[in-house]
T-cell receptor, first 113, second 113 residues
Framework: AQSVAQPEDQVNVAEGNPLTVKCTYS??????LFWYVQYPNRGLQFLLKYITGDNLVKGSYGFEAEFNKSQTSFHLKKPSALVSDSALYFC???????????FGKGTMLLVSP | DSGVTQTPKHLITATGQRVTLRCSPRSGDLSVYWYQQSLDQGLQFLIQYYNGEERAKGNILERFSAQQFPDLHSELNLSSLELGDSALYFCASSAAGKPYEQYFGPGTRLTVT
């Protein structure tokens, strides 16, 4: 069965510093990988996805993620964090041949001024 | 705005009751997915419909059921409600052949007292 691990419940970073939110996955075959963000009392917003091709994926709001097949990781990154980036971030996977998302437990990102 | 609408936004009901959550997908999207977000279980897939037919089933309880109507809107029915059913229920939709582009609605927050 497929699974997604987000090893950190919370990540703290100062505004202007780079941020990384970690994600590893376990699926058979080639996965589709995703990052979503959830702001308080809001729905899920799509940030970026990896389907195939270039391992570095660029998404919304200056975020990017790097697909690493050997390490089965898909870490979310941003060169310079903003206070407004503070939110709950979810990594998700759709295994090859499937159509439904399996989510990690989420990582709360707190960016301090 | 994702184009996916969900009603109601909030629902408060008592244990043992039955409720219906409604989802209207983006115009033209044939697939509808239901996800549940709870403190205990995180974000998990419940069920998927495609053009009126059940396509995939996840961790959906027998007390829960769903359907998709000819106009493609979907309803999630939750019966014999328990305190543990309190959660945020999301609907998502995608176009035919594009499960990797799921657009989420704002969710319905269900509180069972």
């Amino acid at each position: 069965a497929q699974s997604v691990a987000q090893p950190e419940d919370q990540v703290n970073v100062a505004e202007g510093n780079p941020l990384t939110v970690k994600c590893t996955y376990s699926v058979s075959g080639n996965p589709y990988l995703f990052w979503y963000v959830q702001y308080p009392n809001r729905g899920l917003q799509f940030l970026l996805k990896y389907i195939t091709g270039d391992n570095l994926v660029k998404g919304s709001y200056g975020f990017e993620a790097e697909f690493n097949k050997s390490q089965t990781s898909f870490h979310l990154k941003k060169p310079s964090a903003l206070v407004s980036d503070s939110a709950l971030y979810f990594c998700a996977v759709i295994p090859s041949g499937y159509s439904t998302l399996t989510f990690g437990k989420g990582t709360m990102l707190l960016v301090s001024p | 705005d994702s184009g996916v609408t969900q009603t109601p936004k909030h629902l408060i009901t008592a244990t043992g009751q039955r409720v219906t959550l409604r989802c209207s997908p983006r115009s033209g999207d044939l697939s509808v997915y239901w996800y549940q977000q709870s403190l205990d279980q995180g974000l998990q897939f419940l069920i998927q419909y495609y053009n009126g037919e059940e396509r995939a089933k996840g961790n959906i309880l027998e007390r829960f059921s769903a359907q998709q109507f000819p106009d493609l809107h979907s309803e999630l029915n939750l019966s014999s409600l328990e305190l543990g059913d309190s959660a945020l229920y999301f609907c998502a939709s995608s176009a035919a052949g594009k499960p990797y582009e799921q657009y989420f609605g704002p969710g319905t927050r269900l509180t069972v007292t």
